[in-house]
C-alpha cells in the first residue's frame, strides 16, 4: 500500500438500511396533512360501494321480481359497510354519511373545517352507484331510494329516521371512544345494528339512517318525494346521539376517539379555539 491513501467515502446504505429509510419516508408521507386527498377518495369509494348495496336490492328486486328478499336487501349494505371499515376505516374513519361526519365534529372528535369535504365526496360517491346501477340494470334509481311507505306521513317517516339515525350514531361514538377501547372490532357492532334497524325499521321510512345513502338514487331518478324526511331525521338523530354520548362518557375529543373519527392520517386531536 503507498503512503498515500484516499480517505475511504462511506459506503452505501444496506439493503435492510434502505428498507427501513423507505418505510419512513412512507410513514412520513402518509402523515403529512396535505394527503387530504386519500381521505376523501376513502370517502368516495367507501360510500359508492355502501349506497351499490343499499340501492342495488330494490333496483334488482325490480328488474328480477322475487330475487331479492327484504332480509337480504337490509343485510347486504350492513355488511358492506362492516367490509369497508375493516379494509379502510384507518384511513378517513369511514365515516360514508353525513350524519356521522357532523356527529364526530360536534363531540370534537372530527375538524368542522373537514366535514364539507366529507359530505361532497359522500354525496358524490352515493351518485356514482345511482348512476352505475341505472346503467347496468336499466331500471329507475327510484326503486333503490327510501320513500315513506304507502299509508304513513313524512311526520312518521321522519320519527323513524330519527329514533333510528339515534341508535346507529351512539354505537359509532361508543364503539369509537376511548372509554370503550374496542378498535376495530366495532365494524361488527355498526354492520350489526344497521342490519337489525333495517330487519325491524325499515317498512315505514326504508331506514336509510343517511342522507347520501337516500340522495344518490334520488337525484338520479329525479325523484325527491319526501327527502326532508332523509335530512332531517338523520341529522336530528346524530344530535341526539352526540347528546347522549356526552352523558355517557362526558366530553369527546380524546386520542382514541379522534383516531377513530379520522383515520391514521394525520389525527389531529381538539384544541380550546381551534375549529
Known sequence: ????????????????????????????DFNDPRQEWRRLFSELLGTFFLVLAAAGGGMMGQAFPGVISHGAAVVAPAL????????MGKVSGAHLNPAVSIAFALRRDFQWRRVPGYVIVQLAGATLAALFLHAVINVS???????????YSNMAAFWMELILTTGLVSVILGTASGAQNVGIIGAFGVGGYIALAGLWGSPISGASMNPARTFGPDLVSGTFTGYWVYIAGPVAGAVIAVGIAFVLRGRGGDKSAAGAAQGDLFTETYEAGKS
Open 1 to 28: 500500500m503507498t503512503a498515500e491513501q484516499i480517505a475511504p467515502t462511506p459506503s452505501a446504505l444496506g439493503p435492510l438500511a434502505r428498507y427501513e429509510r423507505s418505510v419512513i419516508d412512507r410513514i412520513a
Open 80 to 87: 358492506t359497510v362492516m367490509a369497508i371499515i375493516l379494509f
Open 141 to 151: 334509481a327510484k326503486y333503490g331510494s327510501n320513500y315513506p311507505a304507502h299509508g
